[in-house]
Antibody, heavy 118, light 110 residues
Framework: EVQLVESGGGLVQPGGSLRLSCAASGFTVSSNYMSWVRQAPGKGLEWVSVIYSGGSTYYADSVKGRFTISRDNSKNTLYLQMNSLRAEDTAVYYC????????????WGQGTTVTVSS | NFMLTQPHSVSESPGKTVTISCTRSSGSIASNYVQWYQQRPGSSPTTVIYEDNQRPSGVPDRFSGSIDSSSNSASLTISGLKTEDEADYYC?????????FGGGTKLTVL
């Protein structure tokens, strides 16, 4: 079964750091485009970052320079390193597989909650 | 970068048909595929339409998608509404390594 399971969310103070993980099963992370999408409380979906199968990475302007997407091929796991966190980064973070032929998300994880607050 | 604009909410009665629009602010709606996602409260999004008008397996044919170049918009139409269709719906497209979601439309089936 194709599945994504996120972990690593929690409560962090402004300016702090957190690393999210997304463990994949049923497919190979490194052979796919993989993305992070977030949803602030009561708000809509916001694309955060993508890593292509070739390794190129891209970020939304709102997180550029603060967040880093990466993957561990041996663990078949996607990561999001979040530094210099702000209150506005508070959200549920989803990882998702991106279908390269149409640039849409076809598999989503259950999400992990990040709360940035003092 | 472009934006996708959706109505904040729509409502309709069971058995009726509803259409949700998604207007692209700049660039052609036809230049990149549009997807539609359904998100029920407390759940992750799921795809109901991909590649403008394709349904994933398991999505009923009551769901259909289209694009209109004259209005530079995409539409999601749900016919024969059921109470289980009540959810938030998001359109999504892409351009130059940037993914864009619409603001979402809350569908109420009453």
């Amino acid at each position: 079964e194709v599945q994504l399971v996120e972990s690593g969310g929690g409560l962090v103070q402004p300016g702090g750091s957190l690393r999210l993980s997304c463990a994949a099963s049923g497919f190979t992370v490194s052979s796919n485009y993989m993305s992070w999408v977030r949803q602030a409380p009561g708000k809509g979906l916001e694309w955060v970052s993508v890593i292509y199968s070739g390794g190129s990475t891209y970020y939304a302007d709102s997180v550029k320079g603060r967040f880093t997407i990466s993957r561990d091929n041996s663990k078949n796991t996607l990561y999001l390193q979040m530094n210099s966190l702000r209150a506005e980064d508070t959200a549920v973070y989803y990882c998702a597989r991106v279908v390269s032929s149409y640039y849409g998300m076809d598999v989503w994880g259950q999400g992990t909650t990040v709360t940035v607050s003092s | 970068n472009f934006m996708l604009t959706q109505p904040h909410s729509v409502s309709e009665s069971p058995g009726k048909t509803v259409t949700i629009s998604c207007t692209r602010s700049s660039g052609s709606i036809a230049s990149n595929y549009v997807q539609w996602y359904q998100q029920r409260p407390g759940s992750s999004p799921t795809t109901v339409i991909y590649e403008d008008n394709q349904r994933p397996s398991g999505v009923p044919d009551r769901f259909s998608g289209s694009i209109d170049s004259s209005s530079n918009s995409a539409s999601l139409t749900i016919s024969g509404l059921k109470t289980e269709d009540e959810a938030d719906y998001y359109c999504q497209s892409y351009d130059s390594s940037n993914w864009v979601f619409g603001g979402g439309t809350k569908l109420t089936v009453l």
